[in-house]
């Protein structure tokens, strides 16, 4: 059975601290690594895209990086606006009706304190 | 970008009324559109995967005559919560990938609070 285990499930920074928030994955063909970043109320955001180990991506203050199990979102700097769930979830390769389906982890909710 | 846009935003209705929610990608055809739940505190569960012209794939559990979808077009797809009961109270969220970009990543509208009294 595919799993997307996310740690901490809870981060509080200080502004400027960095960090690195962790998906740890279980699926049988990976297809793609999806971050999401989610505000209270609202539906997630895209943020990245990750296909295969070595991968890296940058956006802003946030780097994402994969391996085989796993893939981190480095956040460097943050400021208060960067606080949200951070959702993280998968694809496999399948076809059929199993095409797309994208399997979520629970979130880390992000606090950044001024 | 890509913009997915959801209607209504916020239901509070009786016990027992059935309950419509929209979702429209809009400036995009979407031949697959997803529905999903989220209760307080936790993450995205997949209800259904609706695909336009073509019955909809239901998750295991879900039941499909409770949840209705139609995806009629390639930019509306509806979720229609049949007799709602109080346990249907939840943030439902759609999303949608472009026709043409199946390695695009699904792009979300912003969700339906639901709350069934």
């Known amino acids: 059975e595919d799993q997307v285990t996310q740690s901490p499930e809870a981060l509080r920074l200080q502004e400027g601290e960095s960090s690195s928030l962790n998906c740890s994955y279980t699926v049988s063909g990976l297809r793609g690594l999806f971050w999401y970043r989610q505000d209270p109320g609202k539906g997630p955001e895209f943020l990245f895209t990750l296909y295969s180990a070595g991968e890296e991506k940058e956006k802003e203050r946030l780097k994402a990086t994969l391996t085989k199990k796993e893939s981190f979102l480095h956040i460097t700097a943050p400021k208060p606006e960067d606080s949200a769930t951070y959702l993280c979830?998968?694809?496999?390769?399948?076809?059929?009706?199993?095409?797309?389906?994208?399997?979520f982890g629970q979130g880390t909710i992000l606090t950044v304190h001024p | 970008g890509a913009v997915v846009s959801q209607h209504p935003s916020w239901v509070i209705c009786k016990s027992g009324t059935s309950v419509k929610i929209e979702c429209r990608s809009l400036?995009?055809?979407?031949?697959?559109m997803f529905w999903y739940r989220q209760f307080p505190k936790q993450s995205l569960m997949l209800m259904a995967t609706?695909?336009?012209?073509?019955?909809?794939?239901?998750e295991q559990g879900v039941e499909k005559d409770k949840f209705l979808i139609n995806h009629a077009s390639l930019t509306l797809s509806t979720l229609t919560v049949t007799s709602a009961h109080p346990e249907d109270s939840s943030f439902y969220i759609c999303?949608?990938?472009?026709?043409?970009?199946?390695?695009?990543?699904?792009?979300f509208g912003d969700g339906t609070r639901l709350s069934i009294l």
């Open positions: 400036d995009f055809q979407a031949t697959t």
């Open positions: 609706s695909n336009e012209g073509s019955k909809a794939t239901y």
């Open positions: 999303s949608a990938r472009a026709r043409d970009r199946r390695n695009q990543p699904q792009h």
């Open positions: 979830a998968v694809s496999k390769n399948a076809g059929g009706t199993s095409y797309g389906k994208l399997t």
